[in-house]
C-alpha cells in the first residue's frame, strides 16, 4: 500500500481534500485505480495506455514564468519566457487547489538529480493515477523510510480536467503551465499532456543549478563506455537522444536531462520519455523491450481486434510517447552519473538536406552551433506541428531555458577547454535532397559513425573542409558508404543542392543576429560563409 507522511498536509498547500488521498501508491497499484476509473487498457506488453485527450504534445504558448523580485532581472523575458503577474498566480492557485479539493487525489514525492550534491525534492498532486504514475518512473525513487519523513522542496499540482478562463486568470487560453520561482510551486491544468509534469522541473533546475550551483544543465542524453569514457548527446525531441544513447555496448546514464558539474555529469531523472512512433524491436531494441509492465504509453492506437500496440499508426499524433523507469534498459546505469565527457555530439534534423551526417567541430564551431542549436521540429513533438519545421533552439533545448542562452554557452565552453572534449556534429535528418524529396539518414549508418567517433577510429581518418558550413568531414568510415558523408555527393542536382546550401547558411547567419553582440570573434568566425550573389 502507499505511504504517507505523518507529517505531511495538503493544506500546507491550500488544498483542502473532501474525497480520497492516495499517498504514494506503487506503481500497481496506481495502475489498478486508472482501470478502475477508466482511464486506461492494458497493452499485449504489459503496459498500460492512456489517452492525454486535448493536448498530445507541449503548448509552449501557455507556459509562462511569474515575474518578481527574484525573476525580474535574471529570467531572459521573450516568446518563451512569458511573464506572468504574481497576484494572478496567486488567484489561479487558488482556484486550481480549490478544484483539487473536490477529487480523489495522487499524491507521489520524489527526487531530481542523481548527484545527491543538487537533490531537489519534488512532491505532485494530481487528480489522474496516471500523472502519479508517470511521476513515479520520470523522477528519482525513493526508499520507503524517505517517503516517510519526505520534506518537497517543490510542489506540482497537475488539474488536467481544470478549465481556466482566460479573460479573468489572465491566460493565453484554458490551458496552463506556470513556474513560480519564489513560492517554488508549478501549476498545470486544462491538459493531460504529462510532458508538462517533466519539462516544469527541467525548466526549474535550468534556473536553479546555473545560477546557484555553477553546474551546467543540458538537454542531453549521456552514457558510459566499457572504458569509463562518457558522451553525451545534445539534441530536441525526434533527433535520436534516446535512441543513441541506448547502446548496448555503452551503460545509459539517462536520455534526456543531465547537469555538468566539477564531479562529471549526472542525470536529472528516474526514467525515459520516449517516442514510440515507427518503433521497431530491429531498429530500438533496447527500447521496445523496455515497454512491459510498469511502463505508461501515451495516444498509441492498437492493432484492429487486439491490444496489441501499433507503433506505426498515427490516428491520435505522431507524438506517440512511452514512460517508464530507467532499470527497464538492461544497460543503464544504478547510479546514474559518469565522469567528464571525452565526447560531445551535437544532433540535428536537417529538413534541407544538406548537412553532412556526421562532422567534426573545432572550439569556435562547437560554441557556434551550441547557441545556434538547429533542427527541425519533428512532426507531433509539439501542438499544431503537423510537418517538420526548421528551428533555431539555443543551446538545443530553448523551450525550456529561463536564463540567457549565452550563460550556458559560456558554461559549455568552459568546461569543453578543461576537459577536452571532442565535439561532434549529426544530422540525423535527410540526406539527397529536402523535405518532400530526401530521405531520412539511415539508423545503421548513424549508429556506426557515432561508433567510430567513440572508439577513436576517427582520429588518423582524412577530414575535408565543408566550403560553405566550414565543417570538417571525414572522407571515410567503415561500414558506411563513402558518397554518404558528403552531402552534395547525394544530390542528383547540384545547382539546387548549392542553393538550398546557401539558404540554410543564411538562415544561420541571420539567426545568429541576435546573439553577436555578446559573441567573440572566435566564434563569429564559425559562421557559414554566405556568397554575394545569395
Not at 422 to 442: A, E, H, M, Q
Request: aromatic share 10%; net charge negative; with cysteine.
Amino acid at each position: 500500500m502507499g505511504i504517507k507522511n505523518q507529517n505531511a498536509n495538503l493544506s500546507d498547500y491550500g488544498v483542502h481534500p473532501n474525497q480520497t488521498v492516495n499517498w504514494n501508491l506503487s506503481p500497481e497499484e496506481l495502475v489498478e485505480k486508472a482501470l478502475d476509473m477508466n482511464e486506461g487498457t492494458i497493452a499485449s506488453n504489459g503496459a498500460i495506455t492512456i489517452n492525454t485527450g486535448e493536448f498530445r504534445g507541449r503548448s509552449p504558448q501557455d507556459r509562462f514564468v511569474v515575474k518578481d523580485d527574484i525573476t525580474a532581472n535574471t529570467v531572459d523575458w521573450n516568446d518563451i519566457n512569458m511573464p506572468f503577474e504574481s497576484d494572478a498566480f496567486d488567484k489561479l492557485y487558488d482556484k486550481v487547489a480549490g478544484h483539487l479539493s473536490n477529487k480523489t487525489l495522487f499524491v507521489h514525492d520524489g527526487y531530481a538529480c542523481a548527484d545527491e550534491t543538487y537533490k531537489l525534492n519534488i512532491r505532485v498532486v494530481a487528480e489522474k493515477p496516471w500523472s502519479a504514475n508517470f511521476a513515479n518512473n520520470m523522477f528519482l525513487r525513493l526508499t520507503d523510510e524517505q517517503k516517510a519523513t519526505f520534506d518537497p522542496e517543490w510542489v506540482i499540482l497537475c488539474a488536467p480536467t481544470f478549465m481556466a478562463n482566460a479573460a479573468e486568470d489572465k491566460t493565453r487560453q484554458h490551458n496552463f503551465a506556470i513556474i513560480n520561482f519564489t513560492r517554488k510551486r508549478i501549476i498545470i491544468g486544462g491538459t493531460g499532456y504529462t510532458g508538462e509534469i517533466k519539462k516544469g522541473i527541467f525548466s526549474v533546475l535550468n534556473y536553479i543549478l546555473p545560477m546557484q550551483n555553477d553546474v551546467l544543465s543540458m538537454h542531453c542524453s549521456a552514457n558510459l563506455g566499457k572504458g569509463g569514457d562518457t558522451a553525451i548527446f545534445f539534441g530536441l525531441s525526434g533527433t535520436g537522444k534516446t535512441t543513441l544513447s541506448a547502446d548496448a555496448e555503452r551503460g545509459l546514464i539517462g536520455d534526456d536531462e543531465h547537469g555538468w558539474s566539477d564531479n562529471g555529469v549526472f542525470n536529472f531523472e528516474g526514467g525515459s520519455y520516449a517516442k514510440t512512433i515507427n518503433l521497431s524491436q530491429e531498429n530500438e531494441p533496447e527500447i521496445f523491450a523496455a515497454i512491459k509492465k510498469g511502463a505508461i504509453l501515451e495516444n498509441i492506437v492498437f492493432k484492429e481486434g487486439t491490444n496489441e500496440p501499433d507503433y506505426d499508426d498515427t490516428h491520435f499524433t505522431q507524438n506517440t510517447r512511452v514512460s517508464y523507469p530507467i532499470d527497464h534498459i538492461a544497460n543503464a546505469l544504478p547510479k546514474s552519473v559518469g565522469g567528464h565527457p571525452k565526447n560531445v555530439f551535437f544532433l540535428t534534423y536537417d529538413a534541407f538536406g544538406v548537412l553532412p551526417p556526421i562532422s567534426r567541430l573545432d572550439a569556435g564551431q562547437a560554441m557556434y552551433h551550441f547557441i545556434s542549436g538547429y533542427t527541425s521540429k519533428v512532426a507531433g513533438t509539439e501542438a499544431g506541428i503537423t510537418e517538420p519545421k526548421t528551428v533555431f533552439s539555443a543551446c538545443f533545448g530553448a523551450p525550456f531555458l529561463p536564463l540567457h542562452p549565452t550563460q550556458y554557452a559560456d558554461m559549455l565552453g568552459d568546461k569543453l577547454r578543461e576537459h577536452g572534449s571532442k565535439v561532434w556534429l549529426i544530422n540525423t535528418g535527410l540526406s539527397g535532397g529536402p523535405y518532400g524529396i530526401g530521405d531520412r539518414v539511415k539508423l545503421k549508418y548513424t549508429r556506426r559513425m557515432v561508433s567510430a567517433a567513440l572508439n577513436g577510429e576517427l582520429n588518423d581518418v582524412e577530414f575535408v573542409k565543408d566550403s560553405i558550413f566550414g565543417l570538417s568531414i571525414p572522407t571515410s568510415i567503415e561500414g558506411v558508404p563513402d558518397n554518404i558523408l558528403q552531402p552534395a555527393d547525394t544530390w542528383s542536382d547540384q545547382g539546387a543542392y548549392k542553393a538550398k546550401a546557401q539558404q540554410l547558411a543564411q538562415a544561420f547567419v541571420k539567426n545568429f543576429e541576435k546573439f553577436a553582440d555578446r559573441a567573440s570573434e572566435e566564434i563569429m568566425a564559425a559562421a557559414p560563409k554566405v556568397s554575394i550573389e545569395a
